[in-house]
């Protein structure tokens, strides 16, 4: 890692003309072509690209400006300090924050030791990822928070905070994409695609490190409701919930329907059902044992629930994922 860093802290040709000019604004056209200071991924990635890496220029200041990509900071070393609207936020060494192509942001002058990596995506890169997490991970509310975060068909800017200096699968996995920014090939972006794929494995399965300082109300009251429908599925209730986030049922009832697109018992059933499936799969509980540790005093009304969504009975899904194992 030392020598890592050492790499990393040598002036590429941006800082060496950022020092010379005297740490003066940021040249924008080196950015854009636009009069509003948008940052076009045209300037870095090849037409046929959808995700590359580089370091953050040090500095320098970066006024407002958005971008027409998704974009990840990571902080290798030391610490980056930014504005989001109001809300200013230090990211520290480990930490990393991804911002939608609607997003507003300002950075300030990083310094020598100030490792920033920047990895701008084209927002078809996850395509192909979002298709399969959902096939293995279907119904999984933070999943679709996380997507509808980052795609966000109103065009409202948001962001996610990850807290993660202390997850060493998250920090062995940007290790590996950091090195091989600094030792490019010709199958440099296929490892990236993969490697993104695992990273957001690796945050779905960590969320509790997952900061929304997102300024709008609908993310943060959002994430309570995911939170609390994967912590509480066996006994949750909606008046519960309504007490928890101070929020009328009727009310909270009708926000759940609008941004989750379910109603509260339909949310409840699915994070049910699919540790249902879990239980059945790797664990050799009876069917009537699994009912009652995920909510379900009825076993009969449980066996309907099953079915009606995985198209199988407790038995005959049990006995398939057996035989695909074998």
């Keep these: 890692m030392d020598t890592l860093f050492n790499d990393l802290k040598q002036l590429n040709e941006e800082e060496k003309n950022i020092l010379k000019n005297g740490h003066k604004d940021i040249n924008q056209s080196n950015y854009t072509t636009q009069s509003e200071f948008v940052i076009e991924s045209s300037k870095f990635l090849e037409d046929d690209s959808l995700i590359i890496t580089r370091k953050h220029p040090r500095f320098v200041e970066f006024p407002f400006h958005k971008h027409d990509y998704i974009e990840l ?107 091989e920014m600094m030792d490019k090939d010709l199958f440099t972006e296929i490892k990236m695609k993969f490697t993104m794929g695992l990273l957001f494995v690796e945050l779905m399965k960590n969320t509790h490190y997952l900061e929304s300082l997102e300024a709008n109300y609908d993310y943060h009251l959002t994430n309570e409701i995911i939170n609390y429908v994967n912590s509480s599925y066996r006994n949750a209730s909606l008046s519960e919930l309504s007490q928890q986030v101070n929020l009328e049922s009727y009310n909270l009832s009708k926000f759940i329907k609008r941004n989750l697109g379910n109603t509260f018992k339909e949310l409840v059933q699915e994070k049910r059902m699919n540790e249902a499936k879990k239980l059945l799969k790797y664990e050799d509980y009876s069917v009537e044992s699994i009912a009652n540790q995920i909510g379900y005093e009825n076993i009969s009304y449980f066996y309907r629930l099953f079915k009606k969504h995985h198209g199988l009975t407790p038995h005959q899904y049990r006995k398939r994922s057996i035989s695909q194992i074998e």
């Design 73 to 179: 900071n990571y902080v290798y070393n030391g610490k980056m300090k930014q504005k989001i609207g109001n809300q200013e936020i230090e990211l520290k060494k480990g930490q990393m924050l991804f911002l939608n192509q609607h997003i507003e942001h300002s950075l300030e002058e990083c310094g020598e030791d100030d490792i920033v990596i920047n990895f701008i995506i084209n927002p078809p890169f996850f395509d192909y990822i979002f298709q399969e997490l959902e096939k293995e991970t279907k119904g999984e509310l933070i999943n679709k928070f996380l997507f509808q975060s980052l795609f966000d068909q109103n065009r409202a800017g948001s962001y996610l905070y990850f807290k993660v200096s202390e997850v060493p699968s998250i920090q062995n996995l940007m290790g590996q994409m950091i090195t």
